[in-house]
């Protein structure tokens, strides 16, 4: 007999949970900030990606009440109907002119953004080749377009060259995270721009962990580079991490630009950021002005001082120069425990598991913050060392203890 709703649900659940994979939310009542309430305890947050510390940053907050006192809190209709208020027309130019473009469109949302990009793009006949690691609403985006979707592996360049050799297509879109979400590496965006070129293909960069960091005065990943979101490079960025707001926006030469504003939908079909949001955001690059410089050798000197203090401790870390910092312990479950120890310690460091990462790869994902003192670090790296110590003794264990049963 066919399940019932009820079964096949509850049915899910299990499974999921059986897989040590069930995902629960943690509660913040404080501010976004390093020191933060997190189920009512008061811990250390090694896990936002409020890169800057800007999330709480008092210029920030008062734009935007003063843009809910003077325009409401609601924006009241999408971009094309009604709801493109003076402020998102003026982040666009501002956003475009920081990055280097002709022209930046608004989305709600970078999943939004990378909706739309795929779909609006690409039709049948067409191919779409991506990062295998690649964030997933890129991999998503994919689902959206009636294109030939191929996946290359990780930074390989020459993987990419080749399926772009092999498969026939009439128009190609090549699309990466610019520094990877899960990882922290910044891809090849250089050797991947001029496959595009080679292949008159249009390139997309993904840079949500990029812009406001990398690059002389956080234009991002393609700046990172010597490139820029022009001619046939496109650059989405979303406004919620090192921006510490919200929403996302594409850049490039005004004719991709336009061509979003006609046709894509996950733009057209839906409400407009409320003003108060690019009030925000036009506060966040004015401190980015002020003070980015500082801000990113602040980040940096977190960074290099993690990653020494790591290798004192002889913690193994992905190679990463950014502010994501990874270590992969491969069981879900124990990187689970991992982390609810260190929750317990006054730590906030969540697990990523499946399927955001790859089956056997579950890790602690730091993210490190401007505003974390070396204090804080020290100690995240010595509760880790503990805890990564005892983990291997369990597993030495363990493992002796499975070869002498076969004994
Ligand atoms: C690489 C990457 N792209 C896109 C997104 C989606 O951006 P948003 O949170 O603005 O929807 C995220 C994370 O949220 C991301 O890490």
Redesign the pocket.
Known sequence: MKQSWRELVAGRHQATLDAGLWRTRKTLSSQQGVEAIIDGRPVINFSSNDYLGLACHESLGQSAERACRDFGVGSGASHLVCGHHQLHHQLELELAAFVGAERAILFS????A?LAMAATFLSKGDLLLQDKLN?A??IDSAKLSASNFKRYAHGDVEHAAKLASSIKFNHCMIAT?GVF?MDGDIAPLRQLQSLASNHQALLLV?D??GFGLLGATGQGALSHHGLKPAAEVLMMA?L?KALGCY??FVAGDALYIEHLTQFARPYIYTTALPPSVPASVLAALAVLAEEGDLLRTRLNDNIGYFKRAAVKHALTLRPSSTAIQVIVVGDSNQAMNISSALFNQGINLTAIRPPTVARGSARLRVALSAAHTFAQIDLLIELLAELLAELLSQQLKQDSAELSDCG
Not at 109 to 112: F, H, L, Q
Request: aromatic letters at 6%; charged letters at 10%.
């Open positions: 949302s970078g999943y939004m990378n964030h609403s890129l995270d979400s993904d949500a962990h979303t919620g929403g996302a």
